[in-house]
Nanobody
Framework: QVQLVESGGGLVQAGGSLRLSCAAS????????MGWFRQAPGKEREFVAG????????NYADSVKGRFTVSRDNAKNTVYLQMNSLKPEDTAVYLC?????????????????WGQGTQVTVSS
């Protein structure tokens, strides 16, 4: 069982930046594809970004391409989401998830483990 704990959320003005972290309990963290998702009030949870086990392959939602960057440090069992040029529409709870596969997946049901999430609020 992999436990995931997100941190780094908060309130930021439009145009600002935040860096989210997701720490995993699993010593075999490097075996997992890691994904970031978000869920805004009244909306479905959506894929934001994902990283292969070694960080060499990444995938992004069109809405965040060029603004968000996913990275990971396997020595620290941690994946990051650097968010720049934030917009009010980025406001959501951000969750990280782990997948035991190889390909960076974008569907919720393809991920095996989930964190509790961290709130990101972008004011206009």
């Amino acid at each position: 069982q992999v436990q995931l704990v997100e941190s780094g959320g908060g309130l930021v003005q439009a145009g600002g930046s935040l860096r989210l972290s997701c720490a995993a309990s699993e010593r075999t963290f490097s075996r997992y594809v890691m994904g970031w998702f978000r869920q805004a009030p009244g909306k479905e949870r959506e894929f934001v970004a994902g990283s292969s086990w070694n960080g060499m392959n990444t995938n992004y939602a069109d809405s965040v391409k060029g603004r968000f960057t996913v990275s990971r440090d396997n020595a620290k069992n941690t994946v990051y989401l650097q968010m720049n040029s934030l917009k009010p529409e980025d406001t959501a709870v951000y969750l990280c998830a782990a997948n035991q596969g190889v390909v960076v997946r974008t569907k919720l049901w393809e991920y095996d483990y989930w964190g509790q999430g961290t709130q990101v609020t972008v004011s206009s």
